[in-house]
């Protein structure tokens, strides 16, 4: 049985290295009695976030959701030893006290990325933001340390909508071919804006005005983040937030071009950045 843990965390592991390279390197940055029940938690995020890519329409896409919340339900159809990265998960929850509803919560909210809405305002990207990115730097701060899990809350609660708002930014090019809008209607607005003339791509100058406020919510996120001492056994939870300043500092200065160039940094530079954060416990 704990070879068979063992090896469907190896296949968690190898789907990082795939799907989300920033988390693969958090794992193998993290110590290694830790990095198997991380890479479950990880590879359970991507699985989350890749469905809209795998459904042309969203009732396809809340099944896959269903399959997850039955899973954690206790509920699943089938045998659950058939999805290496169910299984995973399960044996990491049971390990580490992983809270469900924490992982229920982030399925219901990965609800939206299969719609077209709009996000209202500040406060809902912040509640989204909160139920994915902030949940799985308290989910994985768990794994490290239950003791000093507590003491990261309110750093992991800035830091994850500092980083879902990078990886916002990263994505806009795709969410606006699909019609997807992730900066807050009362940001647009604030800017002259609304979802269509976002969308049509055409006022440059109200565009970027819009990108950058939304990167500098996210920069004040940030700054929030960093006051906060974080715990030095559970930082490499935090490693993959501290890809996002650069990322924001760069959409800020792009503006509308964000629609034609990325943001990201090379893999190798990335590499560089959560090494250096690592040593220098500062995200």
């Known amino acids: 049985m704990a070879d068979q843990s063992s090896t469907n965390q190896d296949i968690c592991l190898a789907m990082l290295r795939d799907s989300d390279r920033d988390r693969y390197l958090a794992c193998l940055l993290s110590p290694e009695d830790k990095r198997g029940?991380?890479?479950?938690?990880y590879a359970f995020n991507a699985e989350l976030a890749r469905i809209r890519d795998l459904v042309h329409e969203p009732l396809p896409g809340e099944v896959r959701m269903q399959y997850w919340r039955d899973l954690l339900e206790g509920t699943a159809h089938g045998s659950t030893e058939a999805n290496p990265v169910a299984a995973a998960l399960l044996a990491a929850i049971e390990a580490h006290r992983l809270p469900r509803k924490t992982l229920s919560d982030m399925i219901d909210a990965r609800i939206f990325d299969l719609y077209d809405d709009p996000m209202e305002s500040r406060g809902a990207l912040e509640g989204y933001a909160g139920e994915t990115a902030s949940a799985l730097i308290q989910l994985a701060s768990l794994?490290?340390?239950p003791e000093e899990a507590a003491r990261s809350a309110e750093a992991a609660g800035h830091a994850g909508v500092a980083q879902a708002i990078a990886g916002l930014l990263l994505l806009m090019?795709?969410?606006?071919h699909r019609g997807q809008i992730y900066i807050p209607l009362e940001i647009l607005a604030a800017t002259g804006l609304d979802?269509?003339?976002f969308l049509a791509g055409e006022d440059k100058a109200r565009i970027s005005a819009a990108i950058e406020a939304f990167a500098g919510l996210g920069r004040d996120h940030l700054a929030k983040a960093r006051k906060v001492a974080i715990p030095q056994a559970v930082f490499p939870a935090f490693l993959p937030a501290s890809l996002a300043a650069p990322v924001l500092s760069k959409a800020q200065k792009l503006g509308a071009g964000l629609f034609d160039r990325s943001a990201q940094q090379p893999q190798w530079r990335r590499q560089i950045g959560m090494t250096v954060a690592l040593m220098r416990k500062k995200i």
């Open 173 to 176: 090019p795709l969410h606006r």
């Open 37 to 41: 029940a991380l890479a479950a938690l």
């Open 143 to 145: 794994i490290l340390s």
């Open 195 to 197: 979802r269509d003339t």
